[in-house]
């Protein structure tokens, strides 16, 4: 069964739906884990380089299909992807410690790419939506936008309003139980992408 939550923003309706596109996964890395006081330190930093050339060129990406590359992979094979992009087959995936203008500068038109995924690998603070956000208003990103790695039931709703459109639930969770999350609360009293006129601005109490 699936486990991809598609929010289709014109009608307000979110459904549990078939994954037409594959993640193409980096090969492990065999460089060191950072360790602080004893721990492996999971955090990563905002633009920190944490993929190796070994790991790019042994990523292994179907010839046929549509998929989505890492952005570290597409940037080292841009003009091998050429093709598969004309024929909007290709979208990008970064994690959420890299930043946005890394992604913003290997297009001329951002909206060339059919469907843009953040990565969560670890659920630890907030910058996927801070992700979302500045790829909605900031670089005005009009295609899908898809959350996957470390969702669960309580993000989707706040992911939403981030400007995300589908949510690929974490496999040991179920979607069908996620999808009454987008609808856990009925009017927010916050702007934001979704809605940008806060609560007091969109109801008339003369």
Known sequence: ??????????????????????????????????VQ???????????????????IANTVIPATGKVIVPLSVYAAKKDAL????????????????????SLIAQFDDINRLPIIAIHVARFA???????????RTRYGYKNELRAFGDVLRDQLFF???????????????SADEALASLNDFSAPYQGAVDEPKPVFQRYNRA
């Open 1 to 34: 069964m699936s486990n991809l939550i598609k929010f289709d923003i014109e009608n307000k309706k979110a459904s549990v739906v078939e994954n037409e596109w594959q993640c193409v996964e980096l090969p492990p890395s065999e460089v060191a884990e950072r």
């Open 37 to 55: 006081a004893g721990k492996v330190v999971l955090f990563k930093l905002t633009g920190e380089n944490t993929v190796t050339e070994a790991q």
């Open 82 to 101: 050429a093709e598969r992009m004309d024929a909007s087959a290709l979208g990008i995936w970064l994690d959420t410690h890299e930043t946005l203008e």
């Open 125 to 135: 603070d907030g910058r996927i939506f801070s992700l979302g956000t500045l790829l």
């Open 159 to 173: 992911l939403k309003r981030s400007g995300f459109t589908s949510f690929l639930i974490r496999a040991d969770r």
